[in-house]
């Protein structure tokens, strides 16, 4: 009986998690990594109705965040970024008729400048009636490339050109390719989003850092019942939070919830090793040269439950 108690708690610690998608092309073949058709968009949505999942709108979820309340488990955010045309004419009507909240994500130059398959600004403004409007950056670059002053001047161009053309002003921000750094964080919170998100797979849960929300890309192979599954365990990460000037990762320094015991590290390059945590603290001397500019950590306690961070590199460094 204790035991199944102890397992409860545990569950119910690592639980209570709300998930984000995010789609970016729809019936286009082409591309097959982001796009998904709109007969499984339907079949995706017809899941959500029929296992009662609620799709949520921006603020809701946000509100809850900043309240630091329980997220309820059935909660999903939708999002769409880039901007491209095929939302418009084969997704749309579909998110319409199932009366669903979503975000779309402007990558601003795109749509300035007219590309082909990408959204006009008439588009947007009338999808902006029924979604929110968020920043995906003004040029799409990697982030982590440029300068302090560039990524600074990148997103003041996105946001006055959308305030520009939709009269909105947007009070949330996605990473092109989900890619960060502290220096990329540090001028992108200069201009005090309500939200940030990223990429990297996970959950929202109640300790989630609202300037850093994980999101799961979405496409037509993807098997809603897998997602899911996918939970976030509260690590607090203290060492390392930026890619080592020497390349070296000498130790990692991670709180977890008490009551984890064994769990797995992964590191790119190296893969998954097993670890134990004492009291809560993982402390771990490492001594590795790594190997690529792009290092993901993960801490988990299995496949689908897990936390992890991304570190990359700056140029020239
Ligand atoms: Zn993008």
Redesign the pocket.
């Known amino acids: 009986m204790k035991y199944f108690l102890l397992l409860f708690i545990s569950y119910l610690y690592l639980n209570a998690n709300a998930h984000v998608f995010v789609y970016?092309r729809f019936n286009e073949f082409k591309h097959p990594s982001t796009n998904i058709s709109s007969i499984k968009l339907i079949e995706q949505f017809e899941f959500l109705k029929k296992h009662s999942y609620k799709v949520v709108s921006l603020s809701d979820l946000l509100e809850k965040l900043n309240q630091k309340e329980t997220i309820p488990d059935n909660w999903v955010l939708l999002m769409i970024?880039?901007g491209y045309k095929s939302f418009y004419t084969h997704a749309f009507k579909i998110f319409k008729e199932y009366k669903y909240p979503f975000v779309l994500a402007l990558?601003v130059k795109a749509i300035d400048d007219n590309y082909k398959d990408f959204l006009t600004w008439k588009q947007i403004k009338e999808i902006s009636n029924y979604g929110d409007i968020s920043l995906?950056s003004y040029s799409?670059k990697h982030l982590t490339h440029l300068g302090s002053n560039e990524i600074y001047e990148d997103t003041k161009k996105g946001l006055d050109l959308i305030f520009k053309k939709l009269n909105q002003k947007v009070n949330t921000y996605?990473y092109?390719?989900g890619e960060y750094n502290q220096k990329v964080f540090k001028e992108i919170n200069k201009f005090k989003f309500d939200a940030i998100f990223n990429q990297s797979p996970g959950s929202v849960y109640t300790n989630s850092d609202v300037l850093n929300i994980r999101r799961i890309p979405i496409s037509s192979k993807t098997s809603l019942r897998e997602v899911f599954k996918y939970k976030t365990i509260d690590v607090k990460w203290m060492e390392p939070l930026i890619y080592p000037k020497d390349g070296i990762l000498k130790t990692v320094y991670a709180k977890v919830n008490p009551k984890l015991k064994n769990l797995k590290l992964f590191i790119t390059g190296y893969g998954w090793s097993n670890i134990v945590a004492n009291n809560g603290i993982i402390e771990l001397k490492i001594n590795k040269y790594l190997k690529k500019n792009r290092i993901r950590l993960s801490l988990a306690t299995n496949i689908y439950t897990r936390s992890s961070i991304m570190l990359i590199k700056n140029k020239g460094e």
Do not use: K
Request: net charge negative.
């Open positions: 970016h970024d880039d990558y995906h799409h996605v092109p390719f």
